[in-house]
């Protein structure tokens, strides 16, 4: 759906995109993560033709949104991060405008607005003035208006912003509906959105793309050194010597709990899960235990281990 190759964008004296290159499946729904600065919204508004690139191609459903621009807009829907609504409007009335201002006839565009209304749940504001409405309704608004015309891509710039927990929910099911249907491409700084919402990440930094592959398999890629912890009833020494007999362990930390529980901090080798095999070993040995998990890293750890400089930058 989405085709990019050695995209760069410069503005006077720095380089807010730097010569990157990605591709968006149907139907995907993936995260462009990243600081404020790092390049997602001069990205997305490049995407979205609302701003020419300095060079390389950009392609939407196979269209170039410089060369076929007028036909790559029609596939795309878009939603800046700070939504320009009309707030003298009421909802109905500003969505109808819009539907038709994206070449909708006037019977489709009737249509189509009772239907991202209820796609979006703003039937029962339908008459409301846009300015007197919440900042929840408002993105909702701005979500109906990216759906009205049927888009195959959904591109939104930091959707969830400046929302309340209960609006942030009810903004990202409605995303996550739109999976399969439409291809939607999401600008976001706050991770746990990304993780929660997205089947695939993309991290910018500096106005590249670093990294590119599902919130799983970044986690995997650090999984390396993975930690297990179990509380386990056993002599100190028993439980010493059991750590230090297997090859799997790398380290290991063992320290009184609370009674006659002892607290095994294991430090696996690459890519080995500690937790059968200290499952197993307590059952053999007829040992107590009481917990066993393995710490993760978050998409947090993830970012922060990309991102970070390296010693020659930091030189």
């Known amino acids: 759906m989405i085709q990019v190759s050695n995209l760069t964008k410069r503005y006077a004296g720095r380089m807010a995109v730097d010569d990157i290159s990605f591709t968006v499946a149907r139907g995907e729904i993936v995260g462009l993560l990243g600081p404020n600065g790092a390049g997602k919204s001069t990205t997305m508004r490049v995407l979205s033709g609302f701003m020419p690139a300095t060079s390389g191609t950009v392609r939407v459903a196979g269209f170039d949104v410089f060369h076929d ?7 795309i829907g878009y939603m800046p991060e700070n939504n ?32 991202v209304m ?11 003035i846009i300015g ?18 049927e888009p195959e891509l959904i591109i939104l710039d930091e959707p969830t912003v400046g929302l309340d927990p209960h609006q942030i929910r009810s903004v990202r099911a409605l995303i996550k509906s739109l999976a399969g249907k439409h291809t939607v491409l999401i600008s976001t700084h706050i991770l746990p959105e990304v993780e929660m919402m997205c089947g695939r990440v993309l991290i910018m ?7 590119s592959d599902t919130p799983e398999n970044l986690q995997q890629r650090m999984a390396g050194g993975s930690q297990v912890i179990a509380e386990i009833a056993a002599p100190e020494k028993a439980l010493r010597e059991a750590w230090d007999s297997l090859p799997e362990v790398t380290q290991f930390n063992v320290s009184a709990c609370d009674g006659k529980f002892f607290r095994c901090a294991l430090t696996a080798r690459d890519g080995f899960d500690l937790r059968a095999t200290v499952f197993a070993l307590a059952q053999k040995n007829g040992w107590e235990l ?5 710490s993760r890293h978050s998409l947090e750890d993830v970012y922060v281990q990309v991102t970070k400089p390296n010693q020659e930058e930091r030189e």
Do not use: I
């Open 290 to 294: 009481r917990e066993l998990t393995r």
């Open 118 to 128: 209820e796609q979006c749940g703003l039937k029962d504001v339908g008459r409301r």
């Open 205 to 211: 930094f500096g106005g590249r793309v670093l990294a």
């Open 69 to 75: 621009a007028e036909e790559a807009r029609r596939r």
């Open 84 to 115: 320009p609504l009309y707030p003298e409007m009421r909802v109905r009335e500003y969505l109808k405008f819009r539907a038709r201002l994206k070449g909708l006839g006037w019977r489709n565009s009737r249509s189509r607005v009772d239907t």
């Open 132 to 149: 007197q409405l919440s900042k929840g309704y408002k993105q909702r608004v701005g979500l109906a208006d990216a759906l009205v015309h």
